[in-house]
């Protein structure tokens, strides 16, 4: 039973909250949490499966019977020293104003009836429904019911997801020339006290001359980049260069392309596993999928990997732009149809992922901005001695109806890895597909 007195706060789980995090229950420290039943009867749906949401459902089930064990459940249960206590609510009559507003018995609804019925049964105590579903707390809202997102792995510094390659206009050309004939110089030489993030990128620009490079944290020094090819694919901006270089660089282990669409994130990544075949094993290339218009797998016609298809398309397309950059009767066009023949190039669904250990590999993972943060924890940990990992994606491009900017797993990951040495992170800006796909990006 809940204290009537006690002025820590009660939350109440939406489904999609435990779907997307297992151990939220952890995250509300000394709060007590109810936990509607017809959660539970939701999650039952989730268990079977092989994506990664089913993975959160068994999880957080198992969770659940290893907290409860072979005692009642209906008095609640102490999470932990400093915590609250979690407690399964059982349904609750909807009160006049529920059944005047929702003529449907849905869960959602059910899950409101709760809300509803613990704020008044609680009035001393602050009552808050934590969902994924905008919908739903608007509905909460309209209630009277406070709502809000679950806010634990999301962003805080949006600067850190929009700041792009930083620009020094009206640099000293004399440092620019000592850049250029020596090929690094100090952080001090552009500013005294400058202390730039781990792979950090600049452009200095002089009244002569200008230059691109790069901060290395173990040396303290700022190398200078030059523009160079992958696999014939050539950079064609400033961002691409600093990308490139990243993607090159065997001693940074993960890499975050965001950007908007047409911005080469993609075809920039699986030129350079391509460049650098020899030193990688397989080369992986794999997505989330994310079905559009709600209709599921079950809904394509033919078997598995024809249902899988037509979401890997992009996929096949930015590497048939790579192959027709060579001439077919070339070593390097024949060297892509035998590493695909060879399974040495592998494009995949991300769900045929989850699992393996993958050592000696380049693995690209694209639209990475429809995972979560727990998806991302999932694939980075399967890395293993001698792997690179790229996830690309655009931010701004958001399919999943439970994850925005500041929550999904791409932005996460970026914000939480800055500044560690094995990790790069460069934004790139400008559209390089056509003009129109540019302009349709800027004003539609």
């Known amino acids: 039973m809940l204290s009537k007195t006690k002025k820590s706060k009660i ?55 290893e907290i409860v064990g072979d005692e009642l459940f209906n008095g609640g249960k102490q999470l932990g020293p400093g915590m609250g206590k979690l407690r399964i609510e059982t349904g609750k009559p909807f009160s006049e104003i529920l059944k005047e507003s929702f003529r449907e018995d849905i869960p959602d609804h059910r899950i409101l009836s709760i809300a509803d019925y613990t704020s008044k049964a609680y009035p001393n ?57 020596q090929g690094s110089i100090s952080a001090d030489d552009v500013k005294p006290g400058f202390s730039p993030e781990a792979n950090e990128c600049f452009i200095f620009k002089g009244t002569t001359s200008s230059a691109l490079a790069r901060y290395d944290v173990k040396s303290k020094r700022i190398y200078r980049i030059e523009k160079k090819p992958a696999y014939g694919i050539k950079p064609r901006n400033a961002e691409q ?76 397309d930015n590497l048939s732009v790579i192959k027709h950059s060579f001439n077919p009767r070339s070593n390097e066009y024949q060297l892509i149809e035998e590493m695909i023949k060879d399974e040495r190039l592998n494009i995949t669904p991300l769900a045929y992922i989850r699992g393996r250990s993958l050592s000696n590999a380049f693995f690209i993972i694209d639209e990475a901005q429809n995972l979560t943060p727990h998806e991302i924890k999932t694939i980075i940990t399967r890395a293993g001695e001698g792997t690179k990992m790229v996830f690309t994606g655009d931010l701004q491009q958001i399919d999943s109806p439970y994850l925005d900017m500041k929550s999904n797993g791409l932005a996460f990951m970026t914000d939480r890895m800055r500044n560690q040495d094995i990790f790069a992170h460069i934004n790139l800006v400008k559209g390089e597909r056509s003009y129109l796909a540019e302009l349709a990006s800027n004003l539609l």
């Open 11 to 65: 939350f109440i789980l939406d489904t999609n909250v435990i779907l997307h995090d297992h151990t939220c229950i952890y995250q509300f420290q000394e709060n007590d949490i109810i936990l509607p039943i017809t959660v539970l009867e939701e999650l039952d749906k989730f268990k079977r499966g092989n994506d990664l949401i089913n993975f959160q459902a068994r999880e957080f089930t198992r969770l659940l019977d």
């Open 125 to 181: 105590r602050k009552t808050i429904l934590v969902s994924k579903d905008i919908n739903l707390r608007m509905k909460a809202k309209s209630l009277g019911i406070q709502s809000e997102d679950y806010k634990t792995d999301q962003v805080t510094d949006q600067n850190v997801l929009d700041k792009t390659v930083t620009t020094f206009d009206n640099f000293r050309d004399d440092i620019i020339e000592v850049l250029y004939n």
């Open 241 to 316: 260069t600093f990308s490139l270089n990243m993607l090159m660089d065997p001693d940074i282990k993960l890499v975050a392309l965001t950007g908007k669409a047409g911005t080469g994130k993609t075809l920039l990544a699986l030129a350079a596993a391509i460049e650098q075949n020899r030193l990688y094993e397989t080369i992986l290339l794999a997505r989330p999928i994310v079905a559009l218009s709600n209709r599921d797998l079950g809904y394509l016609p033919g078997d598995a990997s024809e249902k899988i298809s037509p979401y890997m398309q992009p996929l096949y």
